[in-house]
């Protein structure tokens, strides 16, 4: 388990304290491990490579040391998480050059950022690695899957709890280093006793949400409860590379009586009138990627 305190501007000597913890595995029928991960204040991410053996493993390292350069920095904003995204495609389209195969990544992750001088997550997403949020007894996830078996969901023609048995439950519509994929973006407050789960599609496609949600309640320790949800995927099956990091908000986040009908709490962009009010400062090509 790892502790992290980073200090934000605000009232004199506020801090948010975190606690998180990560596992990794190759599964039981691949050969080698395409994910990688960054645990560091204020970035927590997954990347999921694609292209094969030397390819898809070099894909999601580029991507996760270009995330990994903003961890250690204070009061991190919208566009310095933008500028780094976009560096990562600039990574991994040369890891991409003179491979017959090509190669690729999802994303997913999280990284605090500073909002009217309080702390917010700025969820992203490429891909179909996800990110969850439990607080409370309520848990989901907050992205949104760029797949194949995500449209069918939208077009009412699979059910969510079969898309992990969908036969072409794999093939994604985005990924790191392709055209036309850039990142959406979800803004949230940062909340004191909210767990986030970020993890690559070997665990979803391992683990129910009520699995997923009973290990985190289950097990107290960040650490523990990334142990616990690899060793489940991998009892189920371990069909693909699993990669999960736990990030708990141990205090300094807002209470939990935040009121959810006013947080912005939405995909940025969805609602242009609320992005040109004064509750949230999201760069313009932010907003423009979420826009899609």
């Known amino acids: 388990m790892v502790t992290s305190v980073g200090t934000y501007d605000g009232a004199p000597g506020a801090t948010l304290t975190i606690r998180s913890g990560s596992a990794t595995d190759v599964g039981l029928r691949r050969k080698v491990n395409e994910d990688s991960l960054v645990v560091g204040h204020p970035m927590y991410a997954v990347a999921d490579g694609m292209g094969g053996h030397d390819a898809g493993d070099k894909a999601s390292q580029a991507v996760i040391a270009q995330l990994s350069a903003i961890v250690g920095r204070e009061n991190l904003t919208p566009d310095d998480v933008a500028d780094a995204i976009d560096a990562a495609h600039g990574s991994v389209r040369l890891v ?6 090509g190669a ?3 994303l997913t992750g999280a990284a605090v950022v500073i909002q009217h001088e309080r702390p917010h997550w700025l969820i ?3 891909g179909d690695s996800r990110v969850y949020r439990l607080r409370g007894h309520d848990f989901g996830q907050l992205t949104v899957d760029h797949s194949i078996a995500q449209e069918l969901v939208d077009e009412g023609k699979l059910a969510r709890e079969d898309m992990a048995s969908y036969e072409g439950r794999n093939v994604i519509t985005k990924a790191v280093g392709a055209d036309y994929s850039d990142a959406d973006f979800w ?3 940062v909340v004191s006793g909210e767990r986030l789960l970020m993890c690559s599609d070997g665990l979803s496609g391992e ?3 009520d699995a997923m949600a009973r290990i985190l309640l289950d097990e107290p320790d960040p650490q523990d409860a ?4 690899l060793q489940q995927a991998l009892t189920n099956g371990g069909r693909d590379n699993v990669t999960v990091v736990v990030v708990e908000i141990v205090e300094g986040g807002a209470g939990a009586e935040i009121d959810e009908e006013t947080s912005v709490h939405r ?3 969805a609602d242009p009138d609320e992005l040109e009010s004064d509750t949230v400062e999201i760069p313009e090509r932010v ?3 979420a826009e899609g």
């Open 96 to 101: 991409a050059e003179g491979r017959p195969r």
């Open 104 to 106: 690729g990544s999802t």
């Open 124 to 126: 992203f997403n490429i």
């Open 187 to 189: 803004l949230y407050p």
């Open 207 to 209: 683990l129910t949400d």
């Open 226 to 229: 990334a142990d616990a949800l």
């Open 267 to 269: 995909r940025i962009g």
């Open 287 to 289: 907003v423009r990627n």
